[in-house]
């Protein structure tokens, strides 16, 4: 997805959505999640920041997708990745 986010179509948001598809077809849980995190975001029932904490701890094991998403949000508003150490630091907790 080398799009930038000005240049977004329907078709690349189908792209990511079936590519978070395809990560979880075996945790169809998880991509239920997902859906319904879209869902709450549509229908205003959570905030842009509660958006990004479930996404994050979602796709906490692939960062392929927490990058993904970040086209998708708006300015300002990317989800960083963790650098390695406190990534390390959080897992010996």
């Known amino acids: 997805m080398s799009r930038s986010r000005n240049n977004l179509t329907f078709e690349d948001a189908i792209q990511f959505v079936?590519?978070?598809?395809?990560t979880?077809?075996?945790k169809r849980g998880k991509f239920a999640?997902?859906?319904k995190i879209l869902n709450d975001c549509k229908a205003r029932r959570i905030d842009l920041e509660d958006v990004k904490e479930r996404l994050m701890e979602l796709f906490k094991e692939h960062?392929?997708?927490l990058l993904g998403i970040n086209a998708f949000?708006?300015?300002g508003h990317e989800i960083s990745l963790p650098s390695d150490d406190e990534q390390q630091s959080d897992d010996e907790e």
């Open 73 to 75: 949000l708006p300015p």
């Open 24 to 26: 979880f077809k075996y």
């Open 33 to 35: 999640e997902f859906l």
């Open 18 to 22: 079936m590519e978070v598809n395809d």
């Open 63 to 65: 960062k392929y997708l």
